[in-house]
């Protein structure tokens, strides 16, 4: 009798075990578990269990008592395949949360990272925007601003399903707070910021970020009119009227962010520049540069001059290269306009 029930306590040992160890999936496709914060290890079980992301909540319960300090993640957990009750314990133990990956590249404007955020299904555009919208977080550095646009740093962020739009901002204007102290930049934070936004929206290759800045400081200096097209597409975009294109109605606007309208930078970032246009905009390269206008063939490369009838030279010289093609497009951006 008593070599029947050893045997007995040794199957049900052998079989707790494997039960613990053996991989399970009760669910089909994927699966997402919310553990809530403050959800004790019987509340963690249950909701487990109900997924089918483990068989019994006893199984949970008992890898709970076996390794009864390790604290439980609270979060968002993304199941796919089948794993043991033990893999699944380690994995909440380890803080094994699901993250979206928000991706920002230099130059996006906090519409466009509105649209991102929309798309991986986190909160709306407008909530984002009503966020982005708020500048007091950044005031102590720009007591002049009026949303967060040009302090949403271009960087790939990982979000957890319930982050509030203040939060995503916050995680943005930290990264920049972070990279703008590694310029050891003097200055005015708000004057150098809108700078880097144009320069990032203006320039089609890397190696020519110095040179467009120093057109558009040089310009200043002269009282000139920056006449850049980023800042017309954005008095549109404030505006909500931008069509994919710039048109006559939206050069002769009166908004003032048309530098095409109004001498000096426009009020604020018309973008978020990444640290290569912030270094651009602090550090110029030495010229006598006033114009720039893109060159034929696709290639991201400009035609710089340093009085206007050069540069109409190269004007038309892009439209002779452009009609050669059969195209009656008009010019793209990436260039002043003549001066008036």
């Known amino acids: 009798m008593k070599r029947a029930l050893i045997l007995i306590l040794v199957l049900l040992i052998a079989a707790t075990g494997w039960s613990l160890f053996q991989p399970y999936k009760g669910f089909t496709g994927d699966v997402f578990v919310e553990i809530p914060k403050g959800s004790g290890s019987s509340t963690t079980a249950r909701l ?12 949970f319960l008992l890898v709970r008592a076996i390794n009864p300090h390790r604290k439980l993640q609270a979060g968002e957990y993304h199941f796919q395949k089948a794993a043991s009750a033990w893999d699944i314990f380690g994995r909440i133990a380890r803080g ?10 230099e130059g996006q404007t906090m519409f466009g990272i509105a649209e991102k955020v929309e798309a991986l ?4 555009a407008d909530d984002f925007l009503a966020a982005a919208r708020d500048a007091s977080s950044i005031h102590d550095i720009d007591p002049q601003a009026t949303s967060l646009e040009g302090y949403l740093f271009p960087a790939t ?28 930049a003097e200055g005015d934070v708000h004057k150098l910021v809108t700078m880097a936004s144009v320069v990032e929206k203006e320039t089609g290759r890397p190696e020519e970020r110095t040179l467009v800045s120093s057109v558009y400081w040089n310009r200043l200096k002269k009282g000139m009119r920056l006449e850049a097209d980023p800042t017309t597409i954005y008095a549109a975009l404030l505006e909500g009227r931008y069509r994919g294109t710039i048109y006559r109605s939206d ?9 095409y309208q109004h001498k000096g930078l426009p009020p604020g970032p018309i973008a978020n520049p990444g640290l290569a246009s912030l270094k651009a905009a602090l550090r110029p390269a030495e ?22 009838a050069a540069h109409n030279r190269a004007v038309a010289e892009y439209r002779h290269a452009k009609q050669k093609k059969g195209s009656t497009t008009a010019m793209a951006g990436k260039r002043p306009a003549p001066a008036r």
Not at 251 to 259: A, E, G, V
């Open 48 to 59: 487990l269990a109900h997924a089918g992301v483990v068989r019994f909540n006893w199984e």
């Open 96 to 105: 094994d949360i699901f993250y979206y990956d928000l991706s920002i590249p």
């Open 121 to 124: 299904g986190l909160m709306s």
């Open 157 to 184: 962020y990982k979000l957890t399903g319930h982050m509030t739009g203040q939060q995503v901002c916050a995680l943005m204007t930290a990264q920049f707070r972070k990279q703008w102290k590694s310029l050891d």
């Open 251 to 259: 050069l002769d606007s009166k908004h003032p962010y048309n530098t």
């Open 287 to 308: 010229s006598e540069y006033l114009y720039f206008v893109a060159q034929p063939g696709h290639t991201g490369a400009s035609t710089f001059s340093t009085t206007l």
